[in-house]
């Protein structure tokens, strides 16, 4: 079978950019946040609950891009920090609801306001307003055809 000429195949031509964009993004992203003192996962956990009254682990699980395996020893090491608790559903005690306490409701008011300050400009050099919605609409449909699978 003969490769076909990919060089000037669309589709793919966006293939390299956006890994890249992503990578570059993670490395900044993911240096800030360890500079919070928190890791990635932990991060995505804390301001995932911000501002919400509880989430259950499901919820949680389905809602960050912590993966089912990894999120409970993120919630473990939370809980150890003081940031998190976790509280049994009323009428299922097989279900859990994550909450954070005081401490971590502190947290995520500080880390998230400090984070957003600090990704805001990279975004603000590269796009305008209107770009910022035009691109976000594009990479959701992106990410919504790959998640389809082979289902097309």
Do not use: W
């Not at 589709?11 to 946040?33: K, M, T």
């Not at 089912?68 to 299922?92: A, C, N």
């Not at 975004?123 to 082979?150: C, M, N, W, Y």
């Amino acid at each position: 079978m003969d490769l076909p000429n990919l060089k000037d195949d669309p589709y793919l031509q966006v293939l390299r950019p956006l890994v890249e964009a992503y990578l570059a993004f993670s490395r900044i992203d993911s240096r800030h946040i360890r500079s919070l003192r928190l890791t990635p996962s932990q991060f995505d956990v804390i301001v995932t609950l911000g501002d919400t009254t509880g989430l259950t682990c499901s919820q949680l699980s389905s809602q960050t891009l912590v993966t089912k395996g990894t999120l409970t020893g993120v919630l473990d090491r939370l809980e150890t920090k003081g940031l998190i608790k976790r509280e049994s559903v009323l009428g299922d005690k097989r279900r859990t609801k994550i909450k954070l306490t005081e401490k971590g409701g502190a947290l995520f008011r500080k880390v998230f306001a400090a984070h957003i300050a600090f990704i805001r400009p990279f975004f603000a050099r590269a796009l305008s307003p209107q770009e910022v919605h035009t691109a976000s609409t594009l990479l959701l449909r992106i990410r919504d055809s790959f998640q389809k699978g082979g289902q097309a």
